[in-house]
Structures are given as C-alpha cells and as structure tokens.
C-alpha cells in the first residue's frame, strides 16, 4: 500500500485486462455451447463473472469496482445491459480510476511515492458508494445460500443473505482494516437492480 511509483502502470493494467478479457469470453463462448435437454445452456443456468482484484488498487478500494457477468443464474438476474449501482453518481454511468495514481504525476507534479493508508489515494466517497460486497449478497442469494438471524451466511441458515464483510461505506476502508472506528454494515442486502 505504500511504496514508489512504478512508471506505465496504467498501460500494463491495460495490457493485463486485455489478456483476462479474451480469457473470460472463451469461458463464456464454451458455456454458451452446452446446451441442456430443456433448450437452455450451461451459461444460462450459471453466474459468471470478471472482475479486477480492486477499483482503487492502492488504496485497496473495492467500491464502484466494474463488474462484467455473463449468465443469469438460472432467471435470477437481468442480463443484456449495463447497470450503474452507484447510489451518489446516478445521472452518469461514468466509472473513476481512483486516485491511486494521484501522487505518481509524471511531469513531476506528484510525490512519486504512494500511500495507501491516507484519503489521498482512497477513492472519493462522493462518486464511489457502490459496494461488493452487495453484489456477493446477490451471488449467495442466487445461489441458495442461507443466512441466520443476524443475515450473515451460515451453514444451516433459514433466511436470505442481507449481510457481508465488515462494512459497505468507503469511508470505512481509510487506513485499512479496524483503523476507522464503527465500521460496519449501514445498508444491508442486495442490489434489487440485478434481479430480474
């Protein structure tokens, strides 16, 4: 998270994706091809997804991260289109970089050092309040999983899944895990955008 710049990330992240991208449509070509004796195939009655690591890689950032799926899991979600999630940035389906690269200017503007542990390369709560962890709410919830009385996934749970991971605020991820005080999960469930 902290550390010096490395010159032409962006582009390298670049040529990376594209990699990931030709393999991540071949996997959905093949899906695609099996077809069941209902008519339906292998992709429709599966989720699958591509997604990076994090949105703001610095930063460790994972709210507004793009997420492209294929399959509707059975009907249980939309397909065919784009969905903005982002609760704070609805006029536009504009996605931000993040700022993990604000401090690598290459002019010389910037530090040529980052830091992870500050605001400065986090993600601006203002357009970034889309967390995953909803949409893992949406995959388990697809997919049968179970919760408990408090919403959390459990072996054995009786209710749908409404809780994940530790918080869903952008906010929350300055300084890392446990550095900001209350933490936790303000908006439970899932994206009720995604279900068809």
Not at 150 to 167: A, D, E, I, L, M
């Amino acid at each position: 998270m902290t550390g010096s710049c490395y010159p032409d990330a962006i582009p390298l992240l670049i040529t990376i994706d594209k990699y990931y991208a030709q393999k991540f449509t071949n996997l959905i070509t093949m899906l695609n091809g099996f077809t069941n004796s209902d008519g339906t195939t292998a992709l429709d009655n599966t989720v699958t997804t591509w997604f990076n690591e994090m949105s703001d890689g610095d930063a460790h950032n994972l709210n507004n991260l793009p997420v492209i799926q294929a399959g509707s899991a059975g009907g249980y979600f939309k397909v065919g289109q784009t969905i903005n999630l982002d609760t704070t940035n609805t006029g536009s389906a504009t996605l931000s970089q993040g700022n993990s690269m604000a401090q690598c200017n290459p002019d010389g503007g910037g530090t040529q050092s980052v830091n992870g542990t500050n605001q400065q390369t986090g993600t601006d709560p203002s357009i970034a309040n889309a967390p995953i962890n909803k949409y893992f709410l949406n995959i388990m919830n697809a997919l049968g999983v179970m919760a408990d009385s408090t919403g959390f996934p459990v072996k054995g749970g009786t209710q749908p899944v409404t809780h994940y991971g530790y918080s869903d605020n952008t906010a929350d991820f300055v300084g890392g895990y446990g550095a900001q005080k209350g933490a936790t999960i303000h908006s439970p469930g899932e994206y009720t955008a995604l279900k068809a």
